[in-house]
């Protein structure tokens, strides 16, 4: 039995915010993000929130994949923005689409949170408890930049991305995950202020802290290993890859990661032009713009990298 991804759809905030409308409100330029970043508009939301971007990501993908929400047992979203902390994204997601044999829960492995849902689900499959599940990333990640930072606040933007997966017999063939929590304040949120009356809070609330070079360093280090270590244990080949559908953090971490592993540029597909950084729901986000754009055919080996806050990576080599 093997994890399949049957169906996939995604939903951006209406608002786009060019680098230029950028350079109205700070210190920038589009020279400056698009050379350093390959960025050249975001989304960011107003009226949306993460919960409604997933609601219609997942309608559109239960369309695509001509599945009904009585038929979906599981549903899992990865964020680190979802709108309140309880209840989840997932129950919002789940009482909005009537889905109410599910069971939802959200998880928190930033970047790489679609690929740890996946092999969650995966691993739930494969037990047999269930048959159909509802993954998304999802964020709006606009609610937790630090504005003031034009380093940081100038890659991030917000969407929700989501897939269906069933058991089947051809799929998700081997994946490779890890963390290094050790490393993890180079890329931090630490706003969540302490109520507790016999604790005194910090005066200032901090919001997405990053050391740009030490993430990098990271990212090109560490991708390519996974990606290798999960095409091992598939016992795929890399020149049998079709695309390499990446975390959509940065166009030079893409190049890199192509150069470290000998691939041409042009099995990377890219969404980062359009869409910046928007963390677990970049690579859901990518995966649908492929599908819709008619670039996936079935038999097709794909590989799925996720990688940043925690810090946290996950490889997956999946067969169309
Ligand atoms: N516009 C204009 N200038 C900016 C700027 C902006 N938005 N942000 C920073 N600068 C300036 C800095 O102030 C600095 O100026 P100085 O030399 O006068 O001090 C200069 O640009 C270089 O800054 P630096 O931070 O060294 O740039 P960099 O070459 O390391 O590029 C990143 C910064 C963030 C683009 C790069 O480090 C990166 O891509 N890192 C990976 C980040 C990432 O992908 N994170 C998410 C992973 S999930």
Not at 47 to 68: G, K
Not at 107 to 124: E, K, R
Not at 199 to 219: R, S, W
């Amino acid at each position: 039995m093997r994890t399949k991804i049957i169906g996939t759809g995604s939903c951006l905030p209406q608002t786009v915010v060019t680098n230029d409308d950028l350079s109205k409100i700070m210190d920038t330029s589009d020279e400056w993000i698009s050379s350093r970043t390959g960025i050249k508009e975001r989304r960011l939301a107003k009226e949306e929130t993460t919960a409604t971007m997933s609601i219609e990501a997942s309608r559109r993908a239960m369309e695509n994949a001509n599945v009904s929400a009585q038929e979906i047992d599981l549903i899992i979203v990865a964020t680190v923005t979802s709108d309140h902390i309880t209840p989840s994204t997932s129950c919002e997601i789940q009482a909005a689409i009537g889905a109410d044999r599910a069971v939802a829960f959200d998880i928190n492995a930033a970047c790489s949170g679609f690929l740890f849902a996946l092999s969650i689900a995966d691993a739930y499959l494969k037990l047999g408890t269930f048959k159909t599940a509802l993954i998304l990333g999802a964020e709006t990640l606009s609610r937790i930049m630090d504005w003031s930072d034009r380093s940081t606040c100038v890659l991030f933007g917000d969407g929700a991305g989501a897939a269906i997966v069933r058991a089947d017999s051809a799929g998700l063939l081997a994946y490779d995950q890890g963390s290094a929590g050790a490393r993890g304040m180079v890329l931090s949120c630490l706003n969540r202020r302490n109520n507790n009356p016999l604790v005194k809070n910090p005066t200032d609330i901090q919001y997405v802290h990053m050391d740009g070079q030490e993430v990098y360093k990271f990212a090109v280090t560490t991708v390519p290993v996974s990606i290798k270590k999960a095409l091992d244990e598939a016992g795929v080949n890399i020149e049998d890859i079709d695309y390499f559908a990446l975390h959509q953090a940065n166009i030079r971490i893409i190049q890199a990661v192509a150069k470290r592993l000998k691939v041409p540029e042009d099995k990377f597909p890219i969404s980062l032009d359009h869409c910046g950084n928007i963390s677990a729901a970049s690579v859901p986000i990518l995966l649908d713009e492929m599908n819709r754009n008619g670039l996936l055919k079935p038999g097709m080996k794909i590989v799925l990298a996720g990688f940043g806050g925690g810090l946290t990576w996950g490889s997956a080599v999946i067969e169309w």
